[in-house]
């Protein structure tokens, strides 16, 4: 079993544990309050094995798996050994560095609550499009779209959102995960940012 199923199993068992109890969702969901005033860190990482329902939680994860089956691919391709490791360790750390801006944003409300994987699948998202910047991107599951484009506009369009405030999606998150994601693979190797324009310029 690859890590990117293990990691959707256990993602859904949490998620639909905390369906059932409300007070596993209250115990560790991102509040950025508790993290700061309590101490409580582990809030960070586990809020994203939380979904709000159905519906969040499989939107989630079928993105995550149409895209990690590409990262993997590309983490054998450019990386010697550790593919799994490698993926874990980007799922893993994107949870907490895509939530960093809305901890230090909201540390003083205690009302700011958030739940999902949604900006660990982004990072996901992006680390594909850097290695493949014009695989299209299905917009809708229907509507193809080079990579790159779908990129720029989805880290515009967070940007936009999170400034206006004006629903419960948390697109800081999204925008930040989606940034982790492209520069995480420049960690193991910095030279691939050339393979990166090379490929920009060959469409």
């Given amino acids: 079993m690859t890590i990117h199923i293990i990691i959707i199993i256990v993602v859904g068992l949490f998620s639909f544990a905390a369906f059932s109890r409300p007070e596993l969702m209250a115990r560790f969901q991102l509040n950025p309050w508790s993290v700061f005033h309590r101490k409580e860190y582990l809030r960070l990482l586990t809020h994203a094995f939380l979904h709000v329902d159905w519906t969040h939680l499989l939107i989630n994860m079928f993105v995550f798996y149409s895209f990690s089956r590409a990262v993997l691919f590309y983490f ?15 799922f893993l750390t994107a949870i907490p560095i895509s939530s960093l801006y809305s901890l230090f944003k909201y540390r003083n409300n205690p009302n700011y609550n958030a739940v999902g994987a949604s900006g660990a699948v982004s990072a996901v998202v992006f680390a594909s499009i850097f290695f493949d910047p014009y695989n299209p991107v299905y917009l809708f599951a229907i509507i193809p779209i080079p990579g790159i484009v779908f990129g720029v ?34 960690f193991y190797e910095p030279r691939l940012i050339l393979v990166f324009f090379e490929k920009l310029v060959s469409f």
């Fill in 76 to 90: 054998g391709y450019y990386f010697e050994g550790f593919t799994d490791a490698r993926f874990l360790l980007l």
């Fill in 153 to 186: 506009l989805y880290l515009v369009y967070s940007a936009y959102m999170a400034r206006k405030q004006v629903d419960n999606v948390g697109h800081d998150a999204h925008f930040w995960g989606a940034v982790y994601g492209l520069i995480f693979p420049l």
